[in-house]
């Protein structure tokens, strides 16, 4: 192989790299329309949903990348609901979710994931109301003691949102898991 040659696949292998990923791309795109799905079907239950147990798995598998289905379902969600006051605190609220999931260890054994993941999934749903109420402080003029008592009065919401929550988040561990597989089998293929 003579020294053009070498120029022209080294060139070819980098511009691999700065193409955007189709297999990546549909499957986040995917993602977002499944969780919008999933919480519109399930908006007959209140505060019942998989949205945290979909962004955990994509956090765990997909790290930094994980925001871009977790924002795609956002504006979605705006789009199709409105968006109005309620969809402002969505801005941020999936990030908290994303942020912590973040934080745990990537070597954590499989037995720790299987019952950190649910744990961390129903705290955010019991802390849901508290993650809100700043946005809806801001928005409607609250003082502190209003904040408190528009937080107190979801509380019960809040624990069927962590009752919720714990229950699907087993399921963060074998989606994950899976979606792993499926990244390995894709850049297995790629190469």
């Known amino acids: 192989m003579n020294l053009s040659t070498q120029k022209v696949n080294v060139n070819r292998n980098s511009g691999r790299k700065n193409r955007p ?3 990546k ?4 795109a995917m993602f977002a329309a499944l969780m919008l799905a999933s919480k519109v079907l ?15 798995a994509l956090t765990a598998t997909y790290r930094k990348k994980a925001l871009i289905p977790i924002y795609i ?11 109005a006051m309620w969809w402002i605190p969505y801005l941020y609220i ?3 979710l994303w942020g912590i999931t973040m934080l745990i260890p990537k070597g954590i054994s499989k037995k720790s994931k299987a019952i950190v993941y649910p744990v961390i999934n129903a705290l955010f749903g019991l802390l849901f109301g508290i993650l809100y109420a700043p946005a809806q402080a801001l ?3 609250l003082s502190f003691r209003q904040m408190i008592a528009w937080i107190a009065a979801g509380l019960s919401f809040d624990a069927i949102h962590a009752a919720g929550n714990l229950a699907i988040g087993f399921l963060v561990l074998p989606i994950s898991e899976l979606l792993n597989k499926l990244e390995n089998i894709t850049l297995r293929g790629r190469t």
């Open 21 to 23: 990923n189709i297999y």
């Open 25 to 28: 791309m549909t499957l986040f």
């Open 42 to 56: 399930m908006e007959v239950l209140p505060n019942i949903h998989p949205l945290g147990m979909f962004i955990m």
């Open 73 to 83: 379902y956002v504006f979605l969600n705006g789009l199709i609901a409105g968006f």
């Open 94 to 96: 999936w990030t908290v």
């Open 139 to 141: 928005m409607f003029n």
